[in-house]
């Protein structure tokens, strides 16, 4: 069964702050997804990974497959980005994401 | 625009009673899935379907049932058999041709009391 693991599960950080969430994730796990999550419920997609790194205005993921390890990094952190960042793993196919518990991340003014 | 739309927001109903929250997506997606999302807890995996007139079981399915007549639509029904029916419910969808890829509808909360 496949697994992923994020940390932390919580993080209060300072407007400004350069912020990173951790993603490890199983053997049968071929690209990993990272997800964002506000208040109101509704799920955006941020990346799609299977190697390298991609970079969008202030968020960088990257990925290392030997490892089976993942990082979300925000730049200069800001209050919008307080959400729940959540990564997700699939494994090929069209069978579903397997999801971590999520971070709950708040950036304080 | 194209995308998912869930309804309603949020649902509420007495123990006992059956319940149908409703997935269309105008994407042309073949594939459309069901997670369920617990304080706490990461999404997990109701139902399936890849293609119309066929699903699967995902992780948590006991006390669900789907139905996939249409591409545009997979309605989840939560039956009384399931004993904690109380959570956040997700739908979303991919294409056949980039099945790594998941798009999600706003979700419904519903809660049984």
């Known amino acids: 069964k496949n697994e992923v693991e994020q940390s932390p599960q919580n993080l209060t950080a300072q407007e400004g702050e350069f912020i990173t969430i951790n993603c490890s994730y199983s053997?049968?796990?071929?690209?990993l997804h990272w997800l964002q999550q506000h208040p109101g419920g509704g799920i955006v997609s941020l990346f799609m990974?299977?190697?390298g790194k991609k970079k969008h205005g202030r968020l960088i993921a990257t990925i290392n497959i030997q490892e089976k390890h993942s990082s979300l990094h925000i730049t200069a952190s800001h209050p919008r980005d307080s959400a729940v960042y959540i990564c997700?793993?699939?494994?090929?196919?069209?069978?579903?994401?397997?999801f971590g518990k999520g971070t709950h991340l708040i950036i304080q003014p | 625009d194209g995308g998912i739309t869930q309804s309603p927001k949020y649902l509420f109903r007495k123990e006992g009673q059956n319940v149908t929250l409703s997935c269309e997506q105008n994407l042309n997606h073949d594939a459309m899935y069901w997670y369920r999302q617990d304080p706490g807890q990461g999404l997990r995996l109701i139902y399936y379907?890849?293609?119309?007139?066929?699903?699967q079981k995902g992780d948590i399915a006991e006390g669900y049932s789907v139905s996939r007549e249409k591409k545009e639509s997979f309605p989840l029904t939560v039956t009384s058999a399931q004993k904690n029916p109380t959570a956040f419910y997700l739908c979303?969808?991919?294409?056949?041709?980039?099945?790594?890829?998941?798009?999600f509808g706003p979700g419904t909360r519903l809660t049984v009391t």
């Open positions: 379907s890849q293609i119309v007139n066929d699903f």
């Open positions: 979303a969808s991919s294409s056949s041709l980039d099945a790594y890829e998941q798009y």
């Open positions: 997700a793993g699939s494994g090929g196919g069209a069978d579903g994401l397997t």
């Open positions: 990974l299977s190697s």
């Open positions: 053997v049968g796990i071929s690209a």
